[in-house]
T-cell receptor
Framework: GQQLNQSPQSMFIQEGEDVSMNCTSSSIFNTWLWYKQDPGEGPVLLIALYKAGELTSNGRLTAQFGITRKDSFLNISASIPSDVGIYFCAGQLGSGGSNYKLTFGKGTLLTVNP | KAGVTQTPRYLIKTRGQQVTLSCSPISGHRSVSWYQQTPGQGLQFLFEYFSETQRNKGNFPGRFSGRQFSNSRSEMNVSTLELGDSALYLC?????????????FGPGTRLTVL
């Protein structure tokens, strides 16, 4: 089945630094999503990308949908302590049939030192 | 608008028992998906329901089942519990089944099997 390779697995950064993480897939997705999960909670949607090449920002977060449809990256600028958590990428084929399920990466654990 | 709610939040069962988890989607959302999250396997898709019909199913044994009611609320059931069923079970809802629709997650039910 489809697999998403998310890297890095973990990051330890200083407050104020920029962060970059990415996901690659062996097959194409038509939608890429980035979620953040805090301990004991469900994933919260950060950014949704619907079109190859699309670059979307949400505050200090920027994400891009790769041209090949097999990859996506997420950047966080000027990190703050509340950015701590696990970030997941997810791909979705969409457009009917059995394609609505999300395939998730293994996550990137972000630690921000104040 | 209220988010996705899941009950109970925490559950402790013993091997061999069965369990039923409940999910209420965001108002107006008709599609409900269930995911299992474990440290080893990450987030894995269980099944998706739309208009009271199961539209897609992941690679889980038949002990895992679900249903959806006319008000879009959904339940999942796990019979003959095994130790390996200990996990965070997440429910996600989306507006419809057409096209790529963003899924919003509930806080999850933490199931511990002893």
């Amino acid at each position: 089945g489809q697999q998403l390779n998310q890297s890095p697995q973990s990051m330890f950064i200083q407050e104020g630094e920029d962060v970059s993480m990415n996901c690659t897939s062996s097959s194409i997705f038509n939608t890429w999503l980035w979620y953040k999960q805090d301990p004991g909670e469900g994933p919260v949607l950060l950014i949704a990308l619907y079109k190859a090449g699309e670059l979307t920002s949400n505050g200090r977060l920027t994400a891009q949908f790769g041209i090949t449809r097999k990859d996506s990256f997420l950047n966080i600028s000027a990190s703050i302590p509340s950015d701590v958590g696990i970030y997941f990428c997810a791909g979705q084929l969409g457009s009917g049939g059995s394609n609505y399920k999300l395939t998730f990466g293994k996550g990137t654990l972000l630690t921000v030192n104040p | 608008k209220a988010g996705v709610t899941q009950t109970p939040r925490y559950l402790i069962k013993t091997r061999g028992q069965q369990v039923t988890l409940s999910c209420s989607p965001i108002s107006g959302h008709r599609s409900v998906s269930w995911y299992q999250q474990t440290p080893g396997q990450g987030l894995q898709f269980l099944f998706e329901y739309f208009s009271e019909t199961q539209r897609n199913k992941g690679n889980f044994p038949g002990r895992f089942s679900g249903r959806q009611f006319s008000n879009s609320r959904s339940e999942m059931n796990v019979s003959t519990l095994e130790l390996g069923d200990s996990a965070l079970y997440l429910c996600a809802s989306s507006q419809s089944s057409g096209g790529a629709k963003v899924q919003f997650f509930g806080p999850g039910t933490r199931l511990t099997v002893l």
